[in-house]
């Protein structure tokens, strides 16, 4: 399967699950452009472009998003770009430990495209990222 | 009279249910009548020629002559009231219609039981102010306004002190009341409405009360006529609904708090679990491809992980502690506090280069020691933690009045955005990601403030702009404890 790289903007506070999904994109050579941001606050100036990234020109092609994230959480986050015209059409997938009815209930209502919980097996991890890379490559290609 | 005509009079005395009876001028009783043996249940011959004054109870002895010593030949009828002892040692209330005939010398007396009427009176009486509940009726043609003794006690008043008429009874209502009443009232003369309100009264004693008011109209031919009905304190019941209103509110939040708790504990548990399991399968794969490099990343993000899920159970407990395990009180002066404070975190001061100092005059606070100082710990840490570009520098001050100490530390570090000033203290707020903290530390310094009574809050004006946290606790009741100033 062929498709041009995207970017993707990673939410996660977590060094140690940030490097996973790195590791997982890697591994199954899927190849992509990864900006890792640990907070809710960088994570809305990297999308709105302002603050230490106010020279940032181009917009990510899939956000990945934790839920707990320190200063504004995943679901302020959600609701921010979702509200947002510019960035409203921009896939937003979350990917969280939490398996709690009320989170998954809460991201669907702010609208996130997809509820991904973490899963605590590597193989499985890396499995469930490498079918995300697959799938968002066929759905950037057929944009 | 003759004997015949006595004998006939003493038989027609007899059906009465009445006392009659006769005295001569020192009060002797010279004919009393069945009624008289029945009622009081004496015999005949212990009673005639005896004083009837003898027979009345103790306490109304001076009313009793004094009733008879207004009497005159031919001078009417005397009325009074006042109780006989009867065989069996109990009162009986009496109500007397006494005289002496024109040209005699004998007290005619006659005399009706009304001690069931009394007692009964006296019960709803007593009853009503048991329950608190005073009656009333207003009159909507003539306007007058009746109230009994007890709705007189409930405005803390006495009719001697208070003459009530519509508008200064309706006065008395609270000002949010007021309309209420006034409403029903209106109703109630043109619609013939009746009804039964909750509403706030100020008596003339100025005490607010709750009263239950309820007023039911009476009418006729489509008219209403009167309105009237009953007047209750239910001022202890509202106090009780608000207070269980507020322990309810209290018990949810509580509950929602533990409900947050859990589940944030949950997850916050299950993140390092997820890294020690994922780097255990990627360490697996890295030695099978001699990945050496990959090898000690792996290994340092399980280590990593047990010392945060350590960190996490020992703060989680610590948490749990607080209000759990309480060590007696103490005075201690917080120039001491900050000193053993300092001491404990020589390491990171060390590190870091930082300056701590204490401001002028510190006063003493109450409390307990052990975690007071974990509430120092903590937050001198932080101020370290989170330092800005300068060598961090806390400065430790304090101002008092008469009931309670407000302690501010203030650093030079980072500062927080005033969008987090409420979120830092909840459990598992972190404003750091490359923070080495667990999220709880923050939560134990509100709980540990809270539980002596205290608040807390923070004041920073944004970026690298410092921070100042205001601890502000009271100087224990002074009933318990000797309040120190020194």
Known sequence: MQGHPITILLAEDNAAHARLVMRSFRDHAVENQVIQVDNGESALDYLFQRGEYSEIDTQPDLVLLDLRLPKYDGLQVLAEIKKDKALNSIPVVILTTSDAESDINMAYEHHANSYLVKPIDFVEFSKMLKDLGFYWLVWNKSK | ?486
């Not at chain 2, 207003?138 to 405005?155: A, M, S």
């Not at chain 2, 019941?237 to 708790?261: G, T």
């Open chain 2, 1 to 486: 009279m003759n004997i015949r005509q006595q004998k006939k009079s003493k038989e027609f005395f007899d059906l009465s249910i009445d006392l009659y009876c006769i005295l001569n001028q020192a009060h002797h009783l010279l004919f009393v009548n069945k009624a008289f043996y029945e009622l009081l249940g004496y015999s005949e011959e212990t009673v005639l020629n005896r004083s009837l004054i003898g027979y009345v109870q103790l306490a109304d002895r001076e009313k009793f002559s004094e009733g008879l010593s207004t009497l005159a030949p031919g001078d009417g009828v005397v009325e009074f009231e006042s109780r006989l002892i009867s065989a069996n040692g109990t009162d009986r209330h009496f109500r007397w219609r006494i005289n002496i005939p024109e040209g005699s010398e004998e007290l005619y007396a006659t005399a009706r039981d009304i001690t069931d009427q009394k007692r009964h009176s006296s019960i709803i009486e007593q009853t009503h102010r048991i329950a608190k509940v005073g009656g009333w009726e207003y009159n909507f043609i003539t306007h007058e306004l009746f109230w009994t003794d007890e709705t007189y006690r409930l405005h803390d008043t006495t009719p001697e002190e208070f003459t009530p008429d519509v508008s200064r009874a309706i006065d008395l209502y609270a000002p949010e009341s007021v309309p209420v009443i006034t409403e029903a009232l209106r109703a109630a003369q043109e619609e013939g409405k009746d009804w039964d309100l909750e509403l706030q009264l100020i008596t003339l004693k100025g005490r607010k009360i709750w009263v239950r008011a309820v007023g039911q109209v009476e009418r006729v031919n489509g008219q209403s006529i009167k309105v009237f009905g009953s007047f209750q304190d239910i001022t202890e019941r509202k106090i009780l609904d608000e207070e269980r209103e507020d322990f309810i509110a209290a018990l949810e939040q509580k509950n929602d708090e533990l409900e947050r708790f859990t589940y944030t504990v949950s997850h916050d548990l299950k993140s390092p679990l997820v890294t020690i399991k994922s780097y255990a399968g990627l360490l697996k794969e890295d030695l099978k491809n001699q990945a050496y490099d990959e090898v000690e990343i792996d290994l340092n993000s399980i280590a990593s992980a047990c010392d945060t899920l350590n960190a996490l159970l020992r703060d989680l407990l610590e948490l749990s502690r607080v209000g759990r395990v309480i060590n007696p009180g103490e005075w201690m002066s917080l120039r001491d506090l900050v000193e053993v404070t300092s001491l404990s975190l020589q390491g990171r001061i060390r590190e870091t280069g930082a300056t701590i100092s204490v401001a002028g005059e510190t006063g003493q606070i109450f409390g307990d020691r052990a975690r007071l100082l974990e509430v120092f710990q903590n937050l001198i840490d932080n101020a370290m933690k989170y330092r800005s570009d300068l060598p961090p520098h806390v400065e430790i001050s304090s101002v008092q009045n008469e009931d309670n100490i407000t302690i501010c530390i203030a650093d030079n570090g980072k500062g927080i955005a005033p969008d987090f000033h409420g979120k830092i203290f909840d459990l598992f707020e972190q404003l750091h990601s490359s923070d080495e903290g667990t999220g709880i530390g923050l939560a134990i310094v509100k709980r540990v403030v809270e539980h002596h009574g205290g608040k807390i809050w923070v004041e920073s004006v944004g970026y690298n702009q410092g921070s100042r946290f205001y601890i502000q606790l009271p100087l224990v009741d002074r009933n318990n404890t000797v309040t120190s100033t020194g």
